[in-house]
């Protein structure tokens, strides 16, 4: 039987599912669980600037050729990296990811129907913040979901932030914006505290990039960083077999250095 990802995170982290910013609307959302998170930093996460972080994860040399970085040493436990830019992960150069598929199967007579209604509230002028906006006010958060296909949320509405992010991705397709499902990291900052989550997402392609479409984030007052493990490249049935791959590569524990100036002793 094929591991659902809220099962592969209890695997992993044992005692640390839940919240951490309980009184965030972020962390109510549904993301996929919390990551033990320490801080030798009480500045604001400046959303451009560079920020050191050490990645505690299972297999660390795994993870640095994820993020194609140099691996630590044998026996380190962490890995240091700097967030800058949203990382770019090329993914499979063929596809256009505008295609209809098992699971962003747009074409489906929900998700159609749900794609009208945006149209008519935006007007029949596409944002990426007119989509986040509108899947936001529909969606109601429910942690805990399996992995479910986009016509599945449209007909629910109801998920976390697996289904977010496929939901967003369905609509992206259905106006011929490509769009993708990403997996990894969100490191969150209010007030000068600092907490990470495994998280997905969506991705839309603008201006030549891959840039962040994340509608669990809207109501979220702080400042956030992302940081992609990998894309959902799989969007056949065997989609939850290519989840569990990212496994070693998940982050066990987030250390926050400060901003990459910063001489941290």
């Not at 801080?39 to 920020?51: D, E, H, I, K, R």
Request: glycine letters at 6%; aromatic letters at 10%.
């Amino acid at each position: 039987m094929l591991l659902r990802m809220e099962s592969v995170a209890r695997a992993l982290l044992p005692g640390v599912l839940g919240c951490i910013l309980c009184t965030t609307s972020f962390a109510q959302s549904g993301v996929l669980f919390a990551i033990p998170t320490e801080s030798q930093s009480n500045q604001p996460l400046t959303p451009n600037a560079p920020w050191r972080i050490a990645l505690e994860a299972r297999d660390p040399a795994a993870l640095a050729r994820v993020l194609n970085v140099a691996a630590p040493a044998a026996n380190a436990k962490a890995l240091s990296y700097t967030l800058e830019s949203y990382p770019q992960i090329s993914g499979n150069p063929a596809r256009t990811w505008l295609e209809s598929s098992f699971v962003i199967d747009y074409q489906e007579p929900d998700v159609a129907k749900l794609y009208k209604a945006f149209l008519q509230v935006a007007r029949h002028e596409w944002a990426r913040q007119q989509l986040l906006d509108f899947i936001s006010g529909r969606m109601t958060a429910s942690p805990g979901h399996a992995f479910e296909v986009a016509s599945q949320v449209a007909r629910s509405l109801t998920g976390d932030c697996k289904e977010y992010a496929v939901l967003t991705a369905a609509l992206a397709r259905s106006a011929g914006v490509p769009a993708r499902v990403a997996l990894g990291l969100v490191l969150l900052e209010y007030d000068g505290r600092y907490a990470a989550f495994g998280h997905a997402w969506a991705e839309i392609r603008e201006d030549n990039k891959w840039v962040v479409a994340d509608a669990t984030a809207q109501k979220f007052a702080g400042a956030a960083r992302y940081l992609p493990f990998g894309i959902l490249e799989d969007e056949g049935p065997g989609f939850e077999m290519a989840v569990t791959r990212l496994t070693p590569v998940w982050i066990q524990r987030v250390v926050v250095l400060g901003a990459a100036t910063t001489d941290v002793r």
